[in-house]
């Protein structure tokens, strides 16, 4: 039975008690995670009404890290869009410059050269590995195991090295062009990129997956833990590994291939499980995929131009288009309208992180305080992209 | 300004199959029959193809969309100021079929109201809230109708073409945070660091942080009568001078 008392102590709303038979009573509490918490990833604040451990109701609150994006791509010309959508998604800088870069490249009806095309791809695999070695790494720590994120930053520091020697900048690279690459490959890059291949598929991933995937621990705390059924990850539109693991084979890559993904074939890694270990289990898989992508791009690397001609004015026709790629988190598009002039008429940026994440207060809803860390993190959110 | 739509072809070189788009054209004819004419078709680049949707019949359409066409996901939703009306855009995908489809819908500019769709999409959810957020387009029958990114006190909608990208809020300024009106104007580099004569007592209210000193002001020493005040610093106050921003008291000048 609930009771209302007076005791303004929420705010000056009644609070609630509840009593069950014995006469015990408890009172819903409203508890504050974030915006400066550690398992949030960034500033997120979720605002938790708790019975006891249950979690009652969850309001995500946002909007913290929200720089305007999309007004400052309606006052920057064409040239300057790569540089200013790296901080959207700023573990994948690279793919969401191949988006708005596509996105142009669409509306002007130009192609890059195939050389430039494979570089994207190789770049782009690249960056997604690097981007679910921080998720898992970071989930590990989330729930308690240290070790893993210090084995994922040692593959990751070597991809940033390859990106640095690439473009000058580990992050927010500025590397893509609308009509190409920035800068071709330089002098031995490949046999770096081919060493660290081997050494990561042969030795740095099974232990890293030895460390994780074997571990009771991390096992029964991700296992059957924030499960989506496949109609619920329809519903809310999710993409990327959250609707891979309810067995939603949607992967942008494979179902609208860009650029050179339409000659090198993508395998989209499924599971079935829908819970956090089986989102877990694609994002491992997909640095697996990832990497026999990069080996495949080297090898059939094109020779030629890495850039098509293209003035720096840039004044595409008037147009729109809408334009996805898959990042690491899911399928980034980019709604984008020309009015013909040098600046984006408007362009509306589909954050994955941020479509993914509104699923949360519904997957909170009746779970244990202590798996609201577990399932956040297997969400993999960027609070970049999320506020834009 | 308005869009002429281009020729589908000319669009892109990503020319997807184009079977694939006819079968999408051909099972459009089911929206047709419920707007009661033949809606604008546009192929687009990419593969997708665009239609025109009449405000009033646009649930009725994604109910069809969703139930018998196929196209379980609504992906993104977008609104776009074209001073004279405003824009509402739907992007929806089938995974079945591989379609991707952008229903278009023509909304007032003084008034823009559209039927939310969360009722049959819960994704639409949180993409409405945005954009309701940045372009100011209410959508009726939504749960929760609220600013997502900015701040619940902001004014105005950021992604309107005639906003102006200063920093106004409803809430009273802090004595740290910069007037927008005068940030863009250059005006605010002038006015920061001129010193004008301070008297004693006569410290602005806004600089007196109680038990906390932090301007350096004998006058608010003086004023609150906390901090400690040397006894021979007891001539030198009518003499100390603070930094003020002051546009009604112009004449600089120097420090003592």
């Known amino acids: ?388 | 300004m308005d869009l002429a739509p281009r020729d589908g072809e000319s669009v892109s070189l990503l020319a997807f199959d184009r079977d694939h788009i006819n079968q999408l054209f051909t099972a459009l004819a089911e929206v047709d029959a419920i707007v009661g004419q033949p809606t604008p078709k546009i192929r687009m680049g990419g593969g997708g193809v665009g239609i025109e949707v009449p405000a009033e019949r646009l649930v009725e359409v994604a109910r069809t969309l969703r139930d018998s066409l196929g196209f379980e996901m609504l992906t993104c939703v977008t609104a776009v100021d074209f001073v004279d009306h405003i824009q509402c855009l739907y992007h929806f995908r089938s995974l079945a079929s591989n379609w991707l489809l952008q229903a278009r819908v023509r909304l007032s500019a003084e008034q823009p109201e559209i039927d939310s769709l969360v009722g049959l999409y819960p994704s639409a959810n949180w993409l409405e809230r945005e954009q309701y957020d940045m372009v100011g387009v209410i959508f009726k029958g939504h749960p929760d109708l609220r600013r997502i990114l900015l701040d619940d006190d902001f004014q105005g909608y950021p992604m309107r073409r005639d906003f102006r990208a200063t920093p106004v809020t409803l809430r009273d300024r802090a004595t740290t945070q910069v007037d927008g009106e005068r940030a863009i104007s250059g005006e605010q580099q002038r006015d920061q660091e001129r010193i004008v004569p301070k008297h004693v007592g006569q410290g602005n209210e806004e600089r007196i942080h109680p038990g906390k000193p932090t301007f350096g002001s004998a006058a608010v020493y003086l004023e609150t009568g906390q901090g400690l005040l040397p006894g021979d610093m007891q001539g030198e106050i009518e003499t100390e001078h603070g930094y003020e921003v002051d546009k009604d008291d112009p004449a600089p000048t120097s420090r003592s």
């Not at chain 1, 593959?155 to 062009?177: A, P």
């Not at chain 1, 980034?332 to 941020?354: T, V």
């Open chain 1, 1 to 388: 039975m609930t009771l209302e008392t007076n005791q303004g102590n929420l705010g000056g709303a009644p609070s609630l008690f509840t009593e069950d038979a014995t006469g015990l009573r408890s009172e819903e509490m409203i508890l504050n995670m974030g915006p400066q918490h550690p398992s949030t990833h960034g500033v997120l604040r979720l605002v938790l009404t708790l019975d006891g451990e249950t979690v009652m109701q969850c309001t995500p609150i946002m909007g913290y890290l929200h720089r305007g994006m999309e007004k400052t791509f309606e006052n920057r010309p064409y040239m300057a869009g790569p540089r200013y959508i790296d901080n959207a998604d700023y573990l994948s800088p690279m793919i969401n410059e191949v988006c708005y870069a596509g996105a142009v490249e669409q509306i002007m009806g130009v192609e890059p050269p195939p050389r430039a095309q494979y570089i994207r791809v190789i770049v782009q695999e690249l960056e997604r590995i690097a981007s679910h070695l921080v998720a898992v790494g970071t989930y590990g720590l989330d729930l308690g195991a240290f070790t893993p994120v210090l084995w994922a930053f040692r593959d990751r520091e070597v991809i940033l090295d390859l990106f640095e020697s690439l473009s000058g900048h580990r992050f927010t690279h500025n590397y893509m062009r609308v009509g190409g690459v920035l800068y071709d490959l330089p002098k031995g890059w490949i046999q770096q990129c081919e060493d660290w291949a081997t050494r990561f598929i042969d030795k740095n991933l099974p232990e890293l997956e030895g460390l994780l995937t074997g571990n009771e621990i991390f096992v029964s705390r991700t296992r059957g833990v924030g499960y989506i059924d496949p109609q619920q990850a329809l519903a809310y539109a999710l993409t990327g590994p959250m609707s891979r693991a309810s067995g939603v084979a949607f992967d942008v890559r494979v179902d609208r291939p860009y650029g050179a993904y339409r000659e090198i074939a993508v395998r989209p890694q499924v599971q079935t499980g829908g819970d956090c270990f089986a989102r877990y289990r694609v994002r491992m898989d997909e640095m697996k995929e990832s990497v026999r992508l990069i080996r495949e791009a080297l090898d059939n690397l094109p020779s030629g131009p890495i850039s098509a001609r293209s003035p720096i004015a840039l004044r595409p026709p008037r147009g729109e288009t809408y334009f996805a790629v898959e990042t690491g988190r899911g399928e980034e598009s980019l709604y984008m309208i020309s009015d013909g002039s040098e600046y984006p008429y408007r362009a509306k940026l589909r954050a994955p992180s941020f479509v993914n994440l509104a699923i949360l207060p519904e997957l909170l809803r009746g779970t244990k305080i202590g798996d609201v860390i577990a399932i956040l993190g297997s969400i993999d959110i960027v609070l970049g992209d999320v506020d834009r």
